[in-house]
């Protein structure tokens, strides 16, 4: 988990100012796992207690804007933040909800390679990101 002063610098190195609530945003984020919004605001707001869930919303737009986190979408089309802004994939639990991310060099290489191969014409690539949907064996019940 990173302390204060790496967000901080994460955040003034976006060319953003660095204020109490973005710095409580990003601490919320790396202590939650892929939460939502609302998740985001009501660990916030127990050291801010006077933040209104709009100004979570906009702290959350300004670092997806600026590349720090990022937005995953789940296929119960819920909308989660992700602290994690190098490129990776998501494994996601159909049963659960619950999201985990998923680094993989060699998938990152075979996908890329294939799309090359493909030369989709009038369309540039610029990521592929995966979400592999099914379920943890920690939340599927066992028969």
């Known amino acids: 988990m990173e302390d204060i002063r790496e967000i901080s ?3 003034s190195e976006s060319g953003l100012k660095v204020t109490p609530q973005r710095v ?3 601490q919320a984020l790396e202590k939650l796992n892929h939460p939502r919004a609302d998740e985001i605001y009501r660990e916030v ?24 986190i990022r937005k995953v979408k789940t296929e119960a089309d819920v909308m989660r ?3 994690v802004p190098d490129h990776h994939h998501h494994m996601y639990c159909l ?7 998923y680094f993989d060099p060699e998938l990152d290489a ?20 995966l979400q592999i ?11």
Do not use: H
């Open 45 to 68: 707001a127990q050291t801010i207690p006077n933040l209104s869930p709009t100004t979570v919303y906009n702290v959350l737009d300004v670092l997806v804007s600026k590349n720090i």
């Open 81 to 83: 933040y992700d602290a």
């Open 9 to 11: 610098k994460k955040i």
């Open 110 to 129: 075979l996908l890329s390679d294939y799309f090359k191969k493909k030369n989709l014409e009038g369309f540039r690539l610029r990521e592929i990101k």
């Open 24 to 26: 409580a945003v990003m």
């Open 95 to 101: 049963e659960s909800d619950r999201v985990e991310d």
């Open 133 to 143: 949907m099914g379920e943890f064996e920690s939340s599927s019940s066992k028969k």
